[in-house]
Each structure stands twice: as C-alpha cells, then as structure tokens.
C-alpha cells in the first residue's frame, strides 16, 4: 500500500467508527500532513480516493465533509415461522455449504470458521509437539469414556464464569459440540419426539435432529430478546414437546444474547411443563461484553438443562473438542456417547488442557473479542455500502455471524447459483428453517480478516442482490 | 532374575512351544551345563524349579521327562442362542468394564487394548510432533467431512491387501470404528428394526443397537467357521431382518477367521434376502495368517457390504481414527457422519496419513502379529496349567482375545466379583449376548507383554474359577 492509500484507509475507518460523524467537516489538508508526517499532495491524493468512493464530498472554500451516508438499516421484524410439528430435510443443501468451505479458491462467507491466524493460538500446536516429544502413552490409549480427567477440570474452572458451579464428573467431553448436541438430544428424546428451536435456527441443530427422525416446532424469534416465550407456552400447550434447543449466547444465527430476565423466564416455563432444555453455548465466550453472560445451566437447579458447547469457535475447529454438561441425564448421556464414539481422540484433549492450565486460553479469548467487534463494525459498514436499502439486518453481541434479509420477494437459491461463479459461497437463509422459511435472508461470516478483498467480495454480493431484485421487480411489471 | 531361574524359564517357553514332547527325556544336566556355560548346580535348581511346577518328572537313573501334561483343551461347542429378536440392556455392566481399565492397579484382561510399548509405534509420535513443529494450520480447520483426503488415499492403498479396489471417494473417516459401526447401522435401519448378529457377539455392537433402538436377533456361530448360515437362513425367512453384522476375521470375542466359501455363501445369502452386511474388520490387518484374509467387501459387487474398520487394535485406540466404507449408502452415510460428530479430529488423520504414507505401517504390523501370535502359546499355556480341565478354549487365528468356556453351571459375574478383590477384571461372558447367555463364558486379552505378573494373573483366575466350580458343586450335593 502506498502512504496515500494507507491515510485513506485510516480515514474510511475513522469515519465508518463514527469518529467523523456524517456530515461533518474533516480536518483541513494542512493539519493533516502535519498530524501524519505526510506531504500536502499525499492528503490530497487520499482525500480524492475517498471522494471517488462516495465517502466525502468537498464544498469549495469550506473543505471536505463526511458524505450523509445511508443510516443503519433496521433490524428484521421477528420471525414468523409455521407453528406446527415438521420434517427436517435439506441435507444436500447442507452437504454444499460444508464442502464449499474447501475450495481453497471460494471465499466461503457461508462457514462460521473462526480466525486461525493470530499468534495467541501458538501455544495450542506447541502442546502437541510436546506430546509427540514425550512420547506420551497417554495419548495413544484408550481414555476415560467421560473424556480426559485434566481437560474436565479445566472446563468446570472456565465454566465458572458464566455461573456455573460444575465438577469435572458431570462434564463429558465429546466429539465437537455437534456430538454434544447429539447426544443430549438422544439422551432425552427418540425418534418421532417433537423438540422446540428458535427461528431461524443453525443448520447443524436442524440436521441433528432430521438424522435422529425427530420432528421440529420453530417458535418465533426476536432479533435482539430471543425465543418468543408466549408462543413457546402456546406450542407447549398443543403439543407434546420433549425438549426445546436454545443458542442465547451470540445466537447462531442471529447474534442476540438473550436478556437476564428472559432467561428466567425461560427457565421457570420449562419447569411448569416439565421439559429440557439443550443450551448451546459455542459463542457464549465470545460475548463483546464482559464479563460473559449467565448461562441457562448456570440457573437451573433441578438439572433440566443440558449445555452444549466447544473449543471450535474459540480455539479451533479441527481439534473436535466439546463438551456437554447434562445435568440429571448423566447416566443416559454416557451410554449414549459410548454408543456414538466410544471416547474422544485423546491428544487433542491434553493439548487444550495444558494451554488452559498454562493460562494460554483468556488472553486469546479477549484478543478474539476484540477481532471480531471490529470486524463487525467494518463489516457491516460494507454491508451498508454496497448492498440495497431496502435490506434489514441483526445486530450480533459477539461471535462472528451476521443475518440480513432482503424484501420477501427475494430468492436466496439463484443468489447463491449466481455467487457460485464469482468463487463466492454465502450460506442461504432457508438452511435455516424446516418449515420453507428465510429464502430472503443470508447468514455472513466475518471472522477472517477484514481485507479490500472482503470489501470486493462484498461489494460483489450486493451488486448481485441488487440485480436479482430488480429482475424481480421487472418480472413482477410484465 | 537369577540364573536358574533364566534357565527354568526358557526350558519351559521349549516345553510350551513343543521342542520337548510330553514324555520326551529332557537333556541331561552336564550336556545343558555346557550348553548354557553355567555350573551343574544352576542346572539342578532350574530342573528342581520345573519339578516343582510339576512341568517335568525326574525318573531314577534316566534323568527328567516332560510331564505328560494336560491335553489341548476342547474347542466349544457351536453356540445355541435364542432365536428371536430380543432389545438389549447390560449398558451398567459395560461401563463397569470401560472403567476397569483407567484404575492403574487393576490388571484389565477384560479390554482389548493393543500393546503400545513397540518401537514400531515411534515414528507416530514424530509425525504429531511435527504438526506442532510447523504449526499446520491444515490441523486446526474444519476438514472435509468424509475425512482428510491424504489419509482416505492411504486407507484406500492399505485396503489392496484385503482384496478392496476402492477410491478414496468411497472411504468416509470416523471417531474410531464405534462411529463407524454406528453410522453405518444409521445408514440402514430405523428404531424398531431386527438386525442379526453373531453369537457371542462383541458388546460394544450390542450397545451401538441399544442406543438406537434397534433389536437383535443372535444367530448361532461356530467356534472355527464363523456364524451358521443355515440358522441365518432360518431367521431371515422368520423375521423382517434388515441387515446382518459379521467381524468374520480374527472374530471377537471367539477369534475365528471365516473360511472363504462361507464368506461367498453369505454374501450369496444376502443378494438372496435383500439385506446389507456390516463387516467389522477392525482386527482383520492381525490375521496370523500372510496374505491376510480377503473382506467380503472384495467380493461384493453390489454395493451391499459397510466395511467398518479402525487404527485401534493396529495402531493406536487413543487415536481414534476409523472408516467406513459404505458402498451405495454413501450419501446417507455422510449424512450421519455430519449429524453424529461433524467431522473427525484433524491431527490425528494427518499424523496417521504421513505414518503410511512413509512405510512404517507394514514393518508394525508385521512385527504385532508376531508378538500376539506369540503371546497366544505362551497365554493358552498358562490357562491350560491353570485352569481346571473341564473348560474349552477359543482357538484365536488373529488379533488377541480368547474365549473361555467354563461348565453351564459356572457363575461369571460371581468370578468378577471374587477376582475385583485382587485388582483383576475379566471381561464376563454374558456382556456379550443380549439374551442373557454365555454366564459361563470369560473373554480374555493378551496383548499385554506376557511377563510372569501375567502368568500369576492367570493362575488366580484359574484357582478362583476352580473355586467356584467347586463350590457349585457343594451347593448342588447339598
């Protein structure tokens, strides 16, 4: 990058942080180059890039101001899925939205991959040469079912903080928190069962519960408060549900954290009518605000909820470390997990543990949060920019996926078969319902670093969801 | 160890291994003085030892003879188990199992952990530490959720030897060989559903068709062929059997390895009745016999055969590395993989990948049928010596477990009880029938180095069977 283009960059993000408001005036040239060390024709160069991209505009005599850009576009109105007991399908969908994340030459916006990049993650791979080094049989053996004593205590220790007074024993450390997921729901369900989620709801949740021949209810969901309680008591009241599946933390893929209170609430229905509840917590570290949310786990004491989570989104995905915590169905879970996997790969384990131990694992959490707030300030700056007015999106309290939804008219299939030539991978809003629902919304990651080519990539689906929605509109005039 | 004792005990490995037949003379004391450069009197106190263990008699003036010892116990009689779909349970008695063997002071002969203790296993351990060395990030992502290409190759090469001409394409990776087991069975059959099995069976499958619901029907097996096709027969005209599961080599629990028109008449069998076979091979690689025996997979050219395998009996069980090979339930068996676990821990695919790939995978398997086939004659040795005569024996062609049948009136569970008193866990016979038969049956392991810790172990199982036996007996003249 040259000095020029670098001061631009600065600039756009000064002003995308709110630091220039719109509409107001920028500092003059002079102070600029004095401020920066730079020449006079350097800012000059900046400001006339930053005026080619619409960002400011320059009033003779006065200077440059910041352009009076779009406002922030509105959240979407809560969801109104079919409320009744439905069939899980979808799979080939899923199946290519999990492979396109391996074309290497795909820039897959449609994974939740967390970032892998940063330097606080080193000690994780030193633990496993260390392993190696040692030669430890430990690693190599059969471990204890439950998983690895030394990682369960280091698990109960975190899960301190968000309320939850566990010991090691009514941990089991599982396959990813896809296992722990499955499990807890063969622990307490079987097949033609109807479970309660939120809508929309994470494709995996849907997946797990079509391989298990169960039936979904998806209850209508606020963009910011979460599950609607009042139509969880209806659906409750007319149908005989086992359990219901909640993401409250970061929700996937919504964002929200769900307030204190509604957690309460939560909580007390599901005792008056005597259900489970799953808690996936995968996100729940990766709050923006500190210290993390209270988890439903962390409330319950009659052991009813079965909390679900993992290393995968803040370590590393390819570790498959999880873990569930499933409070009175410990017996029913370890025999399920003992049917699903035997035990976990052990190596793994100990390496987690001893970075955990080693206190690797705060100072990266932190570094994450950070990452991924910024990046969601940036990122849906982008979204701002190029993308029609006319679209809604959600404002995530941590983790690293964002939900927009375009007009209803709007199709998600051929945006994504129109993306797919340009090695662009989103994944689309109906993965996200068994009901048919969501065609107009579209799940993005924004945990990779924020790039000109994210930018360009964004730029590109927008133009794209423009595009389709003026065909549309043609189509709907003839 | 002292010299006689060195020298007591090699004499009786050559008396166990048959160099010196029952009632053959042994070599005279001055000529083994020579042979072995110790004095006359190291020899004496190595032939009084053996006298004492009553391996050897001496007679006046003729020197010592090789006690005409036990003969070869019995093979059992084909089992006779009930011929009607049945649920499963014992899911308390097989956790009490997995347990035993993390308790240090417990000799576990009731797993089939492998030896992990060789040199062969070295280079494992390198290739760990070398993904830590260069902090591949390839190790910490989502991978593919068939598995990580490199190794499905690998898998796909090693699969050759069994008779299988497979890509890499139609090898799915999973959490060791109970995921595969598991999704298989998915892939297939629906709660409710009858799928046939051998008996005795190994308990893990009988607790993999626990959790989902699925009865078995238990079809009697012969101790040297292998499950009776005319009793399958039967069955398959009697019940809506979906598919039938078949560890046809180096069996477990009863060690058999199917003869080849047996494993031809039961595919032919299958094409017959519509029905898929799950083939466990898992111990097939540590057939004593070279070239291994060829899968049923090899000669399936209908899609119809899972072959379900694994790294843990050959390699390493903390690894947690094993494949399926579905045929034509492909698409529903990546289905599974994805709603089961997700995908499979990255570092250990790649250390396994790397460990073939650079030929170290061969020379250790080579050298671990040796050591159990070895270990086998030294094992039934010591059970012949010390148990009583009225048991029969398993006559293992591979891997290393044996089966022991005591008389009908023996109480198995009675036995663990007594031998948990000195730290030492059997695997009971009943775990492994889901219709409460084989009480009177013990699984046996021997992996382990055989040292003369081991031969004491046997000896206390063999005087507490004794015991027990003896007891019985009381009780039923009282």
Redesign the interface.
């Known amino acids: 990058m040259t000095r020029y283009q670098l001061l631009a960059t600065l600039l756009t993000q000064r002003i995308e942080q709110g630091l220039y408001q719109s509409g107001e005036r920028l500092p003059s040239v002079r102070a600029l180059s004095q401020e920066h060390g730079v020449s006079i024709s350097t800012v000059q160069q900046a400001y006339y890039l930053l005026e080619q991209q619409q960002l400011i505009v320059p009033l003779p005599r006065s200077g440059y101001f910041v352009r009076s850009g779009k406002t922030q576009p509105p959240i979407p109105a809560m969801s109104k899925p079919v409320q009744r007991p439905v069939e899980v399908k979808k ?1 080939g969908a ?2 290519e939205l ?2 396109a ?2 074309d290497p030459e795909t820039i897959s916006l449609g ?1 939740s ?1 967390p970032d ?2 940063q330097s606080t ?2 000690p ?10 040692k ?11 439950a998983g690895v004593p030394v990682l369960r205590e280091q698990i109960a220790r975190l899960m301190v903080d968000s309320g939850c007074q566990l010991s090691a024993d009514e941990i089991v450390v ?3 928190c ?2 722990a997921l ?1 499990v807890a729901v ?1 622990a307490l369900a ?2 033609g069962d109807i479970i309660a989620v939120e809508s929309p709801v994470f494709h ?1 949740i849907l ?2 519960l ?4 169960i039936k979904v209810i998806e209850i209508p969901t606020d963009f910011t408060s979460g599950i609607n309680l009042e139509a969880l008591e209806l659906a409750l009241d007319q149908w005989p549900i086992k359990a219901v599946i909640t993401v409250p933390h970061c929700n996937n893929p919504l964002g929200f954290i769900m307030p204190l209170q509604r957690k309460r609430a939560l909580l007390t229905l599901a005792q008056r009518y005597d259900i489970a509840i799953i808690e996936d917590d995968v996100y729940g570290e990766l709050a923006y605000e500190y210290p993390r949310p209270a988890t439903l786990k962390s409330m319950d004491t009659e052991g009813r909820v079965l909390l679900c989570s993992s290393f995968s989104k803040t ?7 999880g873990w569930l915590a499933p409070g009175r169905y410990l017996d029913r879970a ?3 997990k ?11 384990q100990l390496a987690v543990a001893e970075f955990i131990r080693q206190g690797h694992y705060q100072p990266h959490i932190r570094r994450m949060r950070g990452i991924y707030q910024r990046n969601l300030e940036r990122f849906t700056c982008w979204v701002r920019r190029y993308f029609p007015d006319t679209i809604c999106v959600s404002r995530p309290q941590g983790g690293f996926v964002l939900w927009v939804e375009m007009p209803e008219s709007f199709d998600g299939v051929q945006l994504s078969q129109t993306l797919r030539k340009d090695k662009i991978h989103v994944a689309g809003g109906a993965l996200f319902s068994a009901s048919g629902k969501y065609r107009h919304g579209l799940r993005l990651s924004f945990a990779m670093p924020m790039t000109p080519h994210i930018e360009q990539t964004i730029a590109t689906i927008g133009a794209a969801v423009e595009q389709t929605l003026v065909k549309r509109e043609g189509e709907a005039a003839v």
């Not at 030669?135 to 079912?145: I, M």
């Not at 370590?315 to 470390?321: I, K, Q, S």
Request: proline share 3%; charged share 15%.
């Open positions: 799979w899923v199946l999990v492979n994340r391996l994974s991959v892998l990049t993650l080193k994780l791979w030193k633990q496993l040469q260390r392993i190696g080094q030669q430890l049989v430990s690693a190599f053996t059969y471990d204890n079912l599982t396959t990813g896809t296992e499955a063969r079987h097949p995996g997946q797990i079509c391989g298990l021949d370590l590393a995905p390819g570790l498959r470390v370890l025999h399920m003992y049917t699903s996997t035997g035990s976990s790969a052990v190596c793994t």
